[in-house]
């Protein structure tokens, strides 16, 4: 039997952290465009992707900035490119699905449910603000609800899925995400082999423990078999301690700058530096990284010279 091949994706910018969290966050085009090439030469075979305004830095989802880095990183690497249509939770889905339906990537990312996504705790830690959107945009999700109802999820699976060949990334921040993914397989929205992020450690979401990891494995194991792969992220500080446990478990990993700002107790100075680190651990259990070919085959995805950029 062939040994296990880990796929580790990177989210390389994200719309939860801000300017003012780390110097180090790519925000321009160029930025995230430089910054998920070496994270691809590190190893990452997925790149999980969002869009900055090049001015200020806060979440965007114009078309126009994605087409800026998207040919770009292509050209450069043959990691699949994986671009969000979560967004940022104050954007609506017809904004959050411009740019996926304009490239026609690979891969998208898909949120199974509609729920509170609450940042602002963050405003807890003393802080210089570079911009004056920084601040409201976390006080905002004291009172906003990420939506994500059915409708919308049907939506994002008959455009971009049906229509652009798009497979998904289905993000579950909880386990009756896990519910809302199984009904649509037994409608035939989705088909196999699925590949599962369990999203742990948002607020509004469920907590960063490994009892909780273990249980999402769990329930995934009894609704869907053997007929999907899972990943793991992390919030924060709980970033490397649950996707090694992961890793351990048979599962993916994901790390970057999205999702925690560290590389060990030091702010990262790349989103490289994170992938380069949990290759390390991987290293150390034996494991071996996939391939962006064997990334491709592990998910049936269409291939890179099928995208629209």
Known sequence: MAPRKVIITCAVTGSVHTPSMSPYLPLTPDQIATDAIAAAEAG??????????????????????FMQ????????????????????????????????????????????????????????????????????????????????????????????????????????????????????????????PLFIQFVLGILGGIGADPENLVHMKRVADKLFGDDYQFSVLAAGRHQMPLISIAAAMGGNVRVGLEDSLYDGRQLAKSNADQVRRIRSVLDGLSLEVATPAEARAMLALKGGDRVAF
């Open 69 to 192: 880095f998207l040919p770009r990183i292509k050209q450069a690497t043959d990691a699949v490119i994986n671009i969000t249509t979560g967004g940022s939770s104050l954007m609506t889905l017809d904004q959050r699905l411009a740019a996926p339906l304009k490239a026609e990537p690979e891969m998208c990312s898909l949120n199974m449910g509609s729920m509170n996504f609450a940042l602002f705790p963050m405003l807890d830690k003393p802080r210089e603000w570079q911009h004056e959107w920084e601040p409201k945009l976390l006080e905002a999700t004291r009172d906003t609800i990420f939506k994500n109802t059915f409708a919308d999820m049907e939506n994002v699976l008959e455009k971009l899925g049906k229509g652009c060949g798009t497979r998904f990334e289905f993000e579950c921040y909880d386990v009756g995400h896990l519910y809302s993914l199984a009904h649509f397989r037994d409608r035939g929205l989705v088909s196999g």
């Open 44 to 65: 990452a075979s997925i790149l999980h992707l969002h869009a900055r305004d090049p001015k200020d830095g806060r979440p965007t989802a114009d078309p126009d900035v």
